[in-house]
């Protein structure tokens, strides 16, 4: 069974940078691992999970972070990175790490298999 743990999440200032990680578990080996896409959706209050960035064959983003955020991974440490910089008031949420079975991404939060419990990002103005 796949497991993913976030971290990384705080209350930080506008303008401000935090690195999100995710460890995943389950995985029989990095090659397993490679082939999921790996992506992160966030959740505001009162609004819907949306997606922020996913990784697979390629890198995807949303609109409203690209150029301030990075996603990336560790195959060896099984384990995926959201590099945010920039940030703002409208970054908050709850991040969600989630694992999709397929190594083509997807932005629909329907398609992922596997989901962490999320991690709270705070952005004050």
């Known amino acids: 069974q796949v497991q993913l743990v976030e971290s990384g999440g705080g209350l930080v200032q506008a303008g401000d940078s935090l690195r999100l990680s995710c460890a995943t578990s389950?995985?029989?080996?990095?090659?397993?691992?490679?082939?999921?896409?790996m992506g992160w959706f966030r959740q505001a209050p009162g609004k819907e999970r949306e997606f922020v960035a996913a990784?697979?064959?390629?890198?995807q983003y949303a609109d409203s972070v690209k150029g301030r955020f990075t996603i990336s991974r560790d195959i060896a440490k099984k384990t995926v990175f959201l590099q945010m910089s920039s940030l703002k008031p409208d970054d908050t949420g709850a991040y969600y790490c989630?694992?999709?079975?397929?190594?083509?991404?997807?932005?629909?939060?329907?398609?992922?298999?596997?989901w962490g419990q999320g991690t709270q990002v705070t952005v004050s103005s």
């Open positions: 989630a694992a999709h079975a397929r190594r083509s991404p997807s932005l629909r939060p329907v398609d992922y298999n596997y």
């Open positions: 389950g995985f029989t080996s990095g090659l397993a691992f490679s082939l999921y896409t």
């Open positions: 990784i697979g064959t390629v890198s």
